[in-house]
């Protein structure tokens, strides 16, 4: 028999028709493998978006929590710098309550036997005395006693004239302008 006679074709045919369909099967197998494959990245990127999406939502309620307190501490600040002033003021009025009662100790200490006052009005910074006194020298020394005060600075006498006829029963009105003394700074009363 010679070569001649053996027909090749239809096992060629066979072979690529073989070769066509493991081929085949070989593609569905890597689409199938690959749709797997992308359920499972799919699966797992949304499990892990989920976790990343609860750890936000998480740190957002702390957030607001901080954000409430820190508002919180900001007024309880608020507050206790509003008490801090209201107790230097306590204690300022305190001090100045007692400077004040010092000041009339001192006041009625200068005051000669002559002398009477009808009224007194304290202002911020100064004093002003109206009164009377039976001579001006009775006025004069008041002035030198309030003078020599550590609590008044120099006195000013703003007005002085005589009520009632000359002689018996004659007065001299006066006013008198007083300047307080601002306390130092070391000074306490």
Request: charged share 25%; no cysteine.
């Amino acid at each position: 028999m010679s070569m001649h006679g053996i027909n090749l074709f239809p096992w060629r045919e066979t072979l690529e028709k073989r070769r066509a369909k493991t081929l085949l099967f070989h593609m569905l197998a890597s689409v199938i493998a690959a749709i797997v494959v992308l359920i499972i990245w799919l699966v797992i990127a949304l499990s892990a978006l989920n976790e990343q999406e609860a750890r936000n939502a998480y740190i957002n309620n702390k957030n607001k929590m901080l954000t409430t307190k820190v508002s919180h501490i900001g007024q309880l600040k608020k507050e206790k710098a509003e008490l801090l002033r209201r107790i230097m003021l306590l204690n300022q009025l305190q001090i100045n309550r007692a400077k004040e009662l010092l000041m009339l100790v001192d006041l009625a200490k200068a005051m000669p036997d002559s002398v009477y006052l009808l009224s007194i009005d304290k202002k911020t910074d100064h004093i002003l005395l109206h009164g009377r006194a039976e001579n001006s020298k009775g006025i004069s020394a008041l002035m030198r006693q309030l003078s020599e005060s550590p609590f008044f600075t120099k006195a000013h006498l703003s007005n002085i004239r005589l009520i009632g006829d000359v002689g018996f029963g004659a007065e001299h009105e006066f006013k008198i302008t007083l300047p307080i003394v601002k306390e130092t700074a070391g000074e306490k009363v």
